[in-house]
């Protein structure tokens, strides 16, 4: 069954320093959304890619977090510095074309620890 | 602003016992409104869309309902193992064939269910 693939799992990294996730959607998936998710929260959306172009980061905190996917297949969101309250599990999700009547199908996420 | 607020907030059930949770939105121009279930450490897992006032939806022990201001997951004699969180989020706005469609979640409803 075809799945969204995020690695790491799990993340522990020190104040300060840069973190980066990788993610590989769903194959012929040209949407790709990046969302953040605090313990106990809903997911936040971060990032919209429609192939390769950003339709959406007016959520990203851009003095921090960067995200890209240069050839509209994969994407890999970073942080630098990563500070405390990155602390989160951060989840990627595609779908078939953004727009009319599409369902997201979510990866496994990453869970961020900042120390 | 979308906005989704689902209730309540944490439900312990014993198992055959039914019940429903609500989720309350405010959009503007519902495009769908999905349900999707979470597992501790887990991405969230697709459920239902739903697109217009009065449809409804199935699937095993879940029905998922639909009005102009809200959204009820009815489930019918659970089970152990339907306890996770579920999570109700819309998608609003105008499609304009590949813009902005990130979906707006609420902040979902644990549910445990007691053998």
């Known amino acids: 069954e075809a799945e969204v693939a995020q690695s790491p799992r799990y993340k522990i990294t020190e104040k300060s320093q840069a973190v980066a996730f990788w993610c590989d959607p769903i194959?012929?998936?040209?949407?790709l959304y990046w969302y953040r998710q605090i313990l106990g929260q809903g997911p936040e959306l971060l990032v919209q890619?429609?192939?390769?172009?950003?339709?959406?980061d007016s959520q990203l905190p851009k003095d921090r977090f960067s995200a890209e996917r240069l050839k509209g297949v994969d994407s890999t969101l970073k942080i630098q510095p990563a500070e405390l309250g990155d602390s989160a599990m951060y989840l990627c999700?595609?779908?078939?074309?953004?727009?009319?009547?599409?369902?997201?199908?979510f990866g496994q996420g990453t869970r961020l620890t900042v120390v | 602003e979308d906005q989704v607020t689902q209730s309540p907030e944490a439900l312990r059930l014993q198992e055959g016992e039914s019940s429903s949770l609500n989720c309350s939105y405010t959009?503007?121009?519902?495009?769908?409104l999905f349900w999707y279930r979470q597992d501790p450490g887990k991405g969230p897992e697709f459920l239902f869309t739903?697109?217009?006032a009065g449809e409804e939806k199935e699937k095993e022990r879940l029905k998922a309902t639909l009005t102009k201001k809200e959204s009820f997951l009815h489930i019918t004699a659970p089970k152990p193992e339907d306890s996770a969180t579920y999570l109700c989020?819309?998608?609003?706005?105008?499609?304009?064939?590949?813009?902005?469609?990130?979906?707006?979640f609420g902040k979902g409803t644990h549910l445990i269910i007691q053998p």
């Open positions: 999700a595609s779908t078939l074309r953004g727009g009319f009547k599409t369902e997201a199908f």
């Open positions: 194959s012929g998936h040209a949407t």
């Open positions: 890619f429609q192939d390769e172009s950003v339709v959406d």
């Open positions: 959009v503007s121009g519902l495009r769908g």
């Open positions: 739903l697109y217009s």
């Open positions: 989020a819309v998608q609003g706005g105008v499609y304009s064939g590949g813009g902005a469609d990130g979906l707006t």
